[in-house]
């Protein structure tokens, strides 16, 4: 009797870790060898897309004239300021959103208006509230993340099995004592999931931040290509980004899995 092969694509099936690596490697380069060749043949104006050869040089340029080194490090700065700003004040009212209605209902209709405001229509506002520096570049980092990191979290802790709520209740803990002994630790793998995620909005929000007024940062070079068509340093700028928020993201992947692996055969 011959046994019948298991298809590779079944619901959440478990694949080979060098098949996952294996794929996950393949499709980029199988994008990059397309674009190379769309390039190369002459079926696309540089102006529109540059070689990846253009890419590369122009990465090289930035790297030797240390422009890519002074921007990176203002765009982080800004990104984890307001990133962290953001968390800070998220993660405790989220938690009492989740877990007491009235803070819930006084809360979530303001919170659920703002979030879907625009954030660029908000640039002037920020500027006249903390004028050109830093400071305004992160409170639009800021309000980018915030409100919808505060629903997601009210969200995580919802999702907490009410029994573990009510077993400390029978043994006598407070309110304070619920929430920083049963809600907070059994709601840390989904909040540290949906830090990772705001994380990733905040990156997409950098070009905006640095949109009036700066002097520097990744996002800023990104626009000063644009008014000359430099489309090479548009497309290396981007795909920059790209790759520092994938970095971080590998980062709170990693964090997660060493603190949160005993929840990993739950998610």
């Given at each position: 009797?011959?046994?019948r092969r298991k298809p590779l694509l079944r619901l959440r099936a478990p694949i080979p870790r060098r098949l996952h690596v294996g794929a996950g490697i393949a499709f980029p380069l199988i994008l990059l060898v397309a674009w190379w060749w769309v390039t190369a043949s002459g079926m696309v104006r540089p102006l529109f897309l540059p070689s990846?050869?253009?890419i590369v040089m122009e990465a090289w340029r930035q790297i030797e004239t240390g422009i890519l080194w002074r921007d990176a490090t203002v765009s982080i700065y800004r990104i984890g300021a307001g990133w962290l700003a953001a968390t800070v004040l998220a993660v405790p009212i989220g938690i009492l959103m989740g877990n007491f209605r009235l803070v819930e209902?006084?809360?979530e209709p303001l919170i659920s208006t703002v979030r879907y405001m625009p954030v660029v229509a908000l640039i002037p506002l920020s500027i006249l509230w903390a004028g050109i520096g830093d400071t305004q570049k992160i409170l639009i980092l800021f309000i980018g993340t915030f409100f919808q990191q505060v629903l997601m979290i009210m969200n995580n802790t919802k999702s907490v099995d009410m029994t573990l709520i009510r077993a400390g209740q029978t043994l006598g803990f407070s309110n304070a004592e619920i929430?920083?002994?049963i809600v907070l630790p059994a709601?840390?793998?989904a909040i540290w999931d949906t830090l990772r995620i705001t994380m990733g909005w905040t990156w997409t929000y950098l070009v905006v931040a640095e949109l009036v007024a700066a002097q520097d940062g990744?996002?800023?070079r990104i626009m000063d290509a644009q008014r000359y068509l430099a489309t090479h340093t548009i497309i290396f700028g981007t795909i920059f980004i790209g790759l520092l928020g994938l970095v971080t993201d590998y980062l709170f992947k990693l964090g997660g899995r060493k603190m949160f692996g005993w929840s990993e055969g739950q998610r």
């Open positions: 009797m011959t046994s990846p050869q253009a209902g006084t809360l929430l920083w002994r709601s840390m793998p990744l996002g800023r």
